[in-house]
């Protein structure tokens, strides 16, 4: 933490992620209006305008929802589906990094032959045969997202267990009897779960941005469910008249999107004191 408070831009972009992070927890109890209300006679309202003692910071779109009560719904589902991924996906990654990097021979090679074959496999695909298997759902799409990103973690993390298992400290655990499970648990896990922070860090960025990407398309979650990616298609027929649909979802994406890089690249610098960039900030 010490480290990490000298990074300048790694303390703005945790603050973008908790703020965010408390918006999608908060849900409901913050937003100005049932996000699912809708009010023709207010419809393609302007910012900060006012209608039955109601203020519309962000306006209102097509059929008349408050845009600020879906850009704050759309928070939860967005963050949901990215942490979720990103948990259940580095668990596998390091899992399987883990094994194959220590333990070596047939285990080894069966996780790098399933690391190469999960690779070959373009995510598009994946993702379009999974909605057109499990439909429009949450739960399919962070297994969509589990299913084809545990790979980043697997490599490094078995590159790093490689070059860890012969060090002075591992031959010493072995030396006093400690078991296999027990070096990896105590001894492998510590030391790769920088690593392993990093690329969650940069993976909660990309599947953000992935999940707004297949919900501008039709292809991520329900059309029932306000998705910053979906509110911004909504959006598009009426960005002359009310440009303001789509740029709300879409700069909290930005916004959000680039947090979270400021983020992974402060963590970044902090595992690795020997970069350039801290030997400065240091």
């Known amino acids: 933490m010490r480290r990490f408070r000298k ?5 703005i ?21 049932n996000p699912k209300a809708i009010d023709l006679d207010n419809r393609l309202l302007p910012p900060l305008s006012t209608r039955a ?17 879906n850009v704050i719904s759309g ?4 963050m949901t589906i990215g942490f979720v991924s990103v948990l259940g996906a580095g668990t596998a990654g390091l899992v399987l990094g883990l094994l194959g990097g220590y333990l070596g021979g047939n285990v080894d090679w069966t996780v790098r032959v399933i690391t ?3 690779m070959s496999i373009p995510f598009l695909l994946l993702a379009l045969a999974g909605v057109a298997i499990f439909g429009h759902d949450v739960r399919a799409l962070i297994g969509i997202f589990i299913a084809t990103s545990w790979y980043v973690y697997t490599r490094p993390v078995r590159a790093l267990v490689l070059s860890l298992r012969e060090t002075a400290f591992i031959e010493a655990a072995r030396a006093i009897g400690c078991s296999s499970a027990r070096i990896l ?10 690593i392993a922070a990093v690329i969650g860090s940069l993976e909660l960025a990309r599947i953000i941005v992935v999940e707004a ?4 398309l039709g292809a991520g979650v329900p059309p029932s469910t306000p998705s910053w990616g979906s509110l911004i298609s909504d959006g598009r027929p009426y960005l002359r008249e009310a440009w303001w649909i789509s740029a709300a979802p879409g700069v909290a994406l930005t916004i959000l999107t680039v947090g979270v890089y400021l983020m992974g690249d402060a963590l970044r610098d902090v595992f690795d004191p020997t970069s350039e960039r801290w030997k400065v900030l240091r």
């Open 7 to 11: 990074h300048p831009g790694g303390v």
């Open 13 to 33: 972009g945790s603050i973008i992620v908790l703020m965010a992070l408390c918006l999608a927890i908060a849900g409901g109890r913050v937003a100005p209006t």
């Open 53 to 69: 003692g109601t203020t519309h910071y962000l306006g209102t779109d097509q059929v008349g929802r408050d845009v600020l009560s």
């Open 75 to 78: 928070a939860r589902v967005s």
């Open 116 to 118: 190469d074959t999960q």
């Open 185 to 194: 648990l105590f001894h492998m896990l510590p030391s790769v779960l920088g």
């Open 213 to 216: 990407s297949l919900s501008f």
